[in-house]
């Protein structure tokens, strides 16, 4: 199996802040690399996909680059609903599998 | 509204039977893939398997073929994930999810929409 590696596992953040989010794979992937939100006793949501398309309805604050193992999420001007947890997720290879997530909450 | 709708919450013992749903609306279920996730605090979210309603074609994890059965009634727009035999640590957050593929330079396989959740609990 593919295994995915996020860090940090948990970081603090201001409302106004940039904060960026990494993944790394176990072998390369591509660009098949997804970010999903989520919020706690909710359902994961879907951010971006193939690595740094914006799923349709997520803001512009959202944005991600990478390709092969190392993948970046990056969030500009946090607002007060962008504190949860974020996972990624490779689709190269099944099983598909995530990373173990990172939470952001607030500084 | 596109929505996937779950059933409710379970205690069950160890050894006990169990089959859960997920109910679609807004979109043509026969024609889509429906995953199932576990969430877990100690293993996170792990894709078990995706089904395609239109033919009953699987593909399961290795990590849970074997034990857990997925299936789907077109009739009623619903999957299910089914235990014959429930153990200790099948306790968790099971998600279903429907898996879409978008066309780009690659073909990218993304979980869009997703159902409220159903938390199994599993206790002698």
């Known amino acids: 199996d593919i295994q995915v590696t996020q860090s940090p596992s948990s970081l603090s953040a201001s409302v106004g802040d940039r904060v960026t989010i990494t993944c790394r794979t176990s072998?390369?992937?591509?660009?098949?690399l997804n970010w999903y939100q989520q919020k706690p006793g909710q359902a994961p949501n879907l951010l971006i996909y193939?690595?740094?398309l914006l799923q349709t309805g997520v803001s512009s604050r959202f944005s991600a680059s990478g390709s092969g193992t190392t993948f970046t999420l990056t969030i500009t001007s946090l607002q007060p609903d962008d504190f949860a947890t974020y996972f990624c997720?490779?689709?190269?290879?099944?099983?598909?599998?995530f990373g173990l997530g990172t939470r952001l909450d607030l500084k | 509204e596109v929505r996937l709708v779950q059933s409710g919450a379970e205690l069950k013992k160890p050894g006990e039977s169990l089959r859960i749903s997920c109910k679609s609306s807004?979109?043509?279920?026969?024609?889509?893939?429906i995953a199932w996730v576990r969430q877990t605090p100690g293993k996170g979210l792990e894709w078990m398997g995706t089904?395609?309603?239109?033919?009953?074609?699987?593909s399961q994890s290795p990590s849970f073929q074997g034990h857990v059965t997925f299936s789907a009634d077109k009739s009623l727009d619903t999957a299910f994930l089914q235990w014959d035999t429930l153990r200790a640590s099948d306790a968790g957050i099971y998600y279903c999810?429907?898996?879409?593929?978008?066309?780009?330079?690659?073909?990218?396989?993304?979980?869009?929409?997703w159902g409220q959740g159903t938390a199994v609990a599993v206790s002698p």
């Open positions: 807004g979109f043509t279920f026969s024609r889509s893939w």
């Open positions: 999810a429907r898996l879409t593929h978008y066309f780009g330079s690659e073909t990218y396989y993304v979980f869009d929409l």
């Open positions: 997720q490779q689709s190269h290879l099944s099983p598909w599998t």
């Open positions: 072998q390369t992937i591509g660009r098949l």
């Open positions: 089904i395609d309603p239109g033919d009953a074609s699987t």
């Open positions: 193939g690595a740094s």
